[in-house]
């Protein structure tokens, strides 16, 4: 079985314990996941089984869409609500401060990963530094943030929706928020709402397959899991297109070639002269096919 599977994760659990549960329910030996939940967060998360399993470093590309709901006037460890607060100041900022800053955000930013994360420094994770107070150098990431919308604000609470770019930190974001508005902020609600183009609309909670593996215990009925699973054909046709009428691509495999093309992300390349071959590509932002891969679907 090859495809994806589009899980709701819930909150209070990480990405990784998440997958080792789907593995006692499927069975599938060859299982991961694409762009990493906080075990705060909640919201879709893209379970890669067998050959969709190469589509992983592709949805972790792409553009996510999050539902943020941020607590003003305090600081925490963590830039979110598991942490230790740190620093408790008083609010105090216009509307129209509020709007600047929040506008300051938007488009082409930088920001340095948050030491409670998953980034190494010298081969170890930095929450490990962390855990024992130590904080090393970091180096800053190019982001983009493609929307910032506050849906509301009421005490001192704002609820924010964003549209970003890959490598995007959103507690790193409401803690550099707070920091301009100069009373601190963190994170006590994150939900991701979208990834490349899935939806949450279209997942599927835990609880629900748990219920459904009793159902499948008693009626024996394995179909009731595969309608679950995007199939891989789906996926891949789904993709944009380029055609080659060799295949002296693949001779380039993993190495830089350029070719014309107006597309970062994620593609399929067709060989005019072996079109039972099914390659996905990465193309990025100068036009460059940076990799390809053969993908088994059948």
């Known amino acids: ?127 490990k530094y962390a855990r024992k107070n130590f904080i090393v150098p970091r180096i800053l990431r190019k982001i983009y943030i493609y929307k910032l919308e506050c849906i509301k604000r009421y005490d001192n609470f704002v609820e924010l929706k964003i549209v970003c770019s890959k490598g995007t930190y959103v507690r790193t974001l409401v803690h550099d928020l707070g920091q301009m508005l100069k009373c601190g902020a963190h994170v006590i609600f994150l939900r991701r709402l979208q990834i490349a183009s899935y939806n949450i609309q279209d997942s599927i909670t835990l609880k629900k397959i748990y219920k459904l593996k009793r159902c499948y215990s008693i009626l024996k009925n394995y179909d009731i899991f595969l309608k679950l699973i995007i199939p891989l054909k789906v996926i891949f046709f789904a993709l944009p297109e380029i055609r080659f009428f060799s295949p002296v691509i693949l001779q380039k495999k993993n190495k830089i070639c350029f070719i014309l093309y107006r597309h970062e992300g994620i593609i399929r390349i067709t060989i005019e002269k072996s079109k039972d071959m099914f390659i996905i590509g990465h193309i990025n932002k100068f036009g460059t096919l940076v990799s390809c891969k053969i993908l088994n679907i059948d």
Do not use: R, W
């Open 1 to 127: 079985m090859h495809g994806i599977l589009l899980l709701d994760k819930p909150s209070g659990i990480s990405s990784n314990q998440v997958l080792q549960q789907i593995k006692k329910i499927f069975y599938f030996s060859k299982l991961g996941y694409s762009g990493i939940l906080d075990p705060l967060a909640s919201g879709i998360l893209p379970i890669l089984i067998g050959e969709g399993t190469k589509f992983s470093k592709y949805l972790e590309n792409s553009i996510k869409t999050y539902h943020v709901i941020l607590k003003l006037g305090q600081s925490t460890s963590t830039y979110d609500s598991e942490g230790v607060i740190v620093e408790n100041k008083i609010i105090n900022f216009s509307d129209c401060e509020f709007y600047n800053f929040l506008n300051m955000f938007k488009g082409h930013i930088t920001q340095l990963p948050p030491m409670y994360s998953s980034v190494k420094y010298q081969g170890i994770q930095l929450y």
